[in-house]
């Protein structure tokens, strides 16, 4: 037979087929693009199973305009230069080919906008070439629509399967807020505190969250796990609950994956699994991640050494005993296993409690008559707000400009149903037109929420009838409270204490995470050799 080149279209075909497998690739390979642009919003949208419609924006640098045409190219990357760059990969994609492939197999739409311009850019690519190019009104970031993905081979994708997708990254980037939206109805959200109890929270409920273990942090050479597992009776009857991410990538490398279930399966029942979420941390080049067009496999160097940690993270984490007794500090003597240092949560004492400062724009230290507290900033400010709203205490505050929200029927239902209580917390509500609401005043500890938080925050609640009251007041004090990573100064320091000096305060946050924990002094004595 004669040998053929094939023709350009057929071997862009080709090897977009190999990156661009199906819907589920669309929307990872575009949450990639929006987690590498730096992005701390990222919105999901779907539409005919993926097949008409994927949409994504975000938050991130955006794309210089000179450069927009450029991203389509195949092999056209800003994330490496040189062969040596592909040995310290800090940025999930490389490849250079997400965007070109899916501009062959689709029509594909973008609009960006960099920091410093003042509008964006539109461009809108279709086999391949791009077909125009506009002046838009765009917010700093990122938008890009895929239409009519179609490929023989390529079916719809199921809601769950996207949604496990979603998943996977949420929970790999908890500083991250995703919003994932099926058919117009938001079918996941993160709020991106940054604390992975609270994402796991959102994605699988509180009350599951909050009898997980915490997986390390237990480190060997540069290798670092953390993570957090479900201890038993809590527990799936799926084995693929295990979500495991080397350096911020959600992966599914066979390996680790069993190693973590072959060492919590002695602590579960037969046929019974654990929810597991864990980040792994090493230097990129101990991590080669070019096995695949589709980069979720990757090869790790020290492998044995690795999932030893893996699996040694995972025992101790189930062999503590109640839920939320014990925390693990950092070895500090390097003796294996640790001695215990600090133990959390603590009861909160009769004598106040001194204010010490602020540790790393994230911890505030105080001395009790037992020892150091160690307490976290944003939980202990978030348990404080949620407990004041509840008790109805405090003025409203009218907003500047109301809110307006637009309701499904079955929502503005559930918010007719309770005006007296709704009145009580302090939000005042008009109701006008067909399933809208105008908000004219809100509690004023929710001084510090934007307006459009506080709608995000709403429409989040009513997404599920059951308990959504609840759900509401526990995000919208997660988002008043001061963040990690703020520093404070001293007289807030002591305002975020000052709930927590008595006895019998709350030692855990509304998503079930200890707000503090404690190093005693005669931890102290004895890791010091004091006797
Ligand atoms: P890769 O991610 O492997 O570099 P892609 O085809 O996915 O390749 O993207 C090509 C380039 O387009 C990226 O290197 C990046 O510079 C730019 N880009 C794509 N998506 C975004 C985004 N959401 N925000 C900012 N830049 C982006
Ligand atoms: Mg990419």
């Not at 080709?14 to 575009?30: D, N, S």
């Not at 599951?208 to 796990?225: C, F, I, N, Y």
């Not at 230097?283 to 893996?310: A, M």
């Not at 499904?408 to 809208?436: C, I, T, Y």
């Amino acid at each position: 037979m004669a040998l053929l080149t094939l023709p350009w279209e057929v071997s862009q075909r080709l090897v977009a087929g190999e990156v661009i497998t199906g819907p589920q690739a669309v929307v990872k390979e575009l949450v990639e693009n929006a987690l590498d642009a730096g992005a701390s919003a990222i919105q999901i949208e779907i539409w005919g199973g993926g097949l008409e419609m994927v949409r994504v924006s975000d938050d991130g640098c955006g794309i210089h305009p000179a450069e927009v045409e450029l991203a389509f190219r195949h092999f056209t990357t800003s994330k490496i230069r040189t062969l040596d760059d592909l040995h310290h990969l800090s940025t999930l994609g490389f490849r250079g080919e997400a965007l070109a492939c899916l501009a062959s197999l689709a029509q594909v739409e973008m609009v960006t906008r960099p920091r410093g311009h003042l509008a964006g850019v539109r461009v809108q690519v279709e086999e391949g070439r791009v077909m125009g190019r506009w002046p838009a009104p765009h917010p700093v970031g990122t938008t890009v629509v895929v239409r009519r993905l179609c490929s023989p081979t390529m079916s719809q994708a199921g809601e769950a399967s996207i949604r496990e997708v979603v998943r996977a990254f949420a929970l790999a980037h908890p500083r991250v807020r995703f919003e994932l939206r099926w058919e117009g109805r938001r079918v996941l959200a993160t709020s991106g505190s940054g604390d992975l109890r609270g994402v796991v929270a959102e994605l699988f409920g509180p009350t599951l969250a909050s009898t997980m273990a915490p997986l390390g942090p237990l480190s060997q050479g540069d290798v670092e796990v953390e993570g957090l597992i479900s201890r038993p009776p809590a527990s799936h009857t799926d084995r693929h609950r295990i979500y495991v991410s080397v350096n911020g990538r959600p992966v599914r490398t066979p390996s680790l994956l069993e190693t973590v279930e072959a060492a919590a399966r002695s602590f579960f029942p037969k046929g019974r699994f654990p929810l597991a979420v864990i980040h792994l941390r090493l230097p990129p080049w101990l991590v080669d991640v070019n096995l695949s067009p589709t980069k979720d496999e990757v090869r790790i160097l020290p492998q044995q050494e690795v999932l030893e940690l893996l699996r040694e993270a995972v025992r101790r984490a189930l062999r503590e005993t109640p839920p939320t007794e014990a925390l693990e500090a950092a070895p500090l003597l390097g003796s294996w296993p640790p001695p215990r240092l600090a133990e959390g949560p603590p009861q909160w004492e009769e004598t106040p409690l001194r204010p010490l400062g602020q540790l790393m724009d994230t911890f505030l230290l105080a001395e009790g008559a037992q020892g150091l507290y160690i307490i976290d900033q944003h939980r202990a400010h978030e348990r404080a707000i949620y407990e004041a709203l509840l008790a109805r205490q405090g003025q409203r505050r009218p907003l500047k400009e109301p809110i307006v929200l637009e309701l499904k029927p079955h929502q503005a239902a559930m918010l007719r149903g309770v005006p007296a209580l709704l009145a009580e917390l302090g939000f005042s509500l008009e109701e006008f037109g067909r399933h809208h609401f105008l908000v004219r005043e809100v509690p004023h500890l929710l001084e510090s929420v934007p307006g459009q938080t506080l709608e995000e925050a709403v429409q989040e609640a009513l997404v599920e009838e059951e308990g959504w009251l609840e759900r509401l007041l526990i995000s919208l004090a997660c988002r008043a409270a001061v963040r990690r990573g703020r520093r404070l100064r001293p007289e807030e320091v002591a305002a975020i204490l000052t709930p927590y000096q008595r006895p019998g305060a709350p030692t855990l946050c509304p998503h079930g995470g200890p707000i503090a924990l404690i190093i005693r002094r005669e931890a102290l004595a004895r890791q010091l050799g004091l006797g």
